[in-house]
């Protein structure tokens, strides 16, 4: 359904810029889940924002790569003129939906507007269609709460109605940037639920984004891991957990804490993550693994491959999995 290539976004000028998403190349296929994960300002939020299209006018800008959706490269295509061409597919629900939702504005109002663009629909049919989107994301007493305004609801029902108007432009593909971070532990599995829910009902494609690992083993099918703005490790969801390939994957778990151990102390990264531009050459990770070698800063790191579905970029992988 979506298949990402190359994709690179850097900051500053066409003859003097800085790769912060460099290389970016996975695929989700219909009714997928994909796990985008990794520390803070590793790129994930940005890489987002590439695909949609939203990237403000004097800031990152895509450097490279192609961003085809359902066969039809949108990469260049502002987010309007993907809705013109119909090749809109791609929604987004953002972390903290109260930023996100007009707050003068009623819930019905806001998701009437996104069928008023994507559907052509007025009227009574519009509130109709309107009050079903609720109803799908399981709100109660949908036509009442067309009339309430965003600070009227809890922050699960306006991660709720984030869904709706996402659900409103009819995607093909839905990005979850991190999507449950500002819920407690009851509502956050009730979204995970719903969004697993529709994207078996649906067909949906989702992307999602997080840095939970918790969240990934419940929710997704397959896993990219990113560090340093390049995604470093993709296999599916239970042989990564089982047999991780690049040690960065295997310090992100290993910094879980073990329900068996309860007062263990807690495993942390050493170092800091490496800033946009700060390694020109081999492997990002180096300054940080544990199984450095000379070469590893030396010459560029190739993508091992560990099986037909796993790859790490990692000139010394850790054990590969049985064949």
Request: aromatic share 4%; charged share 20%; with cysteine.
């Amino acid at each position: 359904m979506l298949h990402v290539s190359d994709l690179s976004v850097a900051i500053g000028t066409r003859s003097d810029f800085t790769d912060i998403v460099s290389s970016v190349s996975f695929e989700i296929g219909r009714g997928e889940i994909l796990g985008l994960v990794g520390e803070s300002g590793c790129g994930k939020s940005m890489t987002s924002l590439a695909l949609m299209g939203l990237m403000a006018e004097g800031g990152p800008w895509i450097r490279s790569g192609r961003v085809v959706l359902d066969g039809f490269n949108v990469i260049d295509m502002p987010p309007y003129r993907r809705v013109e061409s119909g090749h809109g597919g791609i929604a987004m629900i953002f972390q903290e939906p109260m930023s996100s939702l007009n707050p003068v504005l009623k819930i019905g109002e806001q998701i009437e507007e996104a069928l008023a663009v994507h559907e052509g629909l007025a009227g009574a049919g519009r509130t109709r269609k309107a009050r079903e989107l609720l109803e799908m994301v399981r709100i109660p007493d949908a036509a009442l709460q067309l009339g309430a305004y965003p600070h009227q609801l809890s922050g699960g029902m306006r991660q709720r109605v984030m869904i709706a108007i996402a659900l409103a432009c009819r995607p093909k593909v839905l990005i979850a940037d991190e999507p449950t971070t500002a819920l407690d532990v009851t509502v956050q599995a009730q979204i995970l639920s719903l969004l697993r829910e529709l994207c078996d009902t649906l067909g949906l494609s989702i992307l999602f984004i997080t840095h939970d690992l918790g969240v990934v083993a419940q929710l997704v099918d397959r896993v990219a891991v990113m560090y340093a703005g390049r995604i470093v490790e993709t296999a599916p969801v239970l042989q990564l957990f089982e047999h991780r390939g690049h040690p960065y994957t295997e310090a992100l778990l290993s910094c879980l804490p073990d329900p068996a151990r309860p007062l263990r102390r807690l495993t942390t990264i050493a170092g800091q993550a490496a800033r946009p531009g700060a390694i020109l050459r081999g492997c990002a990770f180096a300054p940080r693994c544990p199984k450095i070698a000379e070469i590893c800063t030396i010459e560029a790191v190739p993508y091992a491959q560990l099986s037909s579905d796993h790859h790490a970029l990692c000139r010394f992988p850790l054990a590969r999995p049985p064949s």
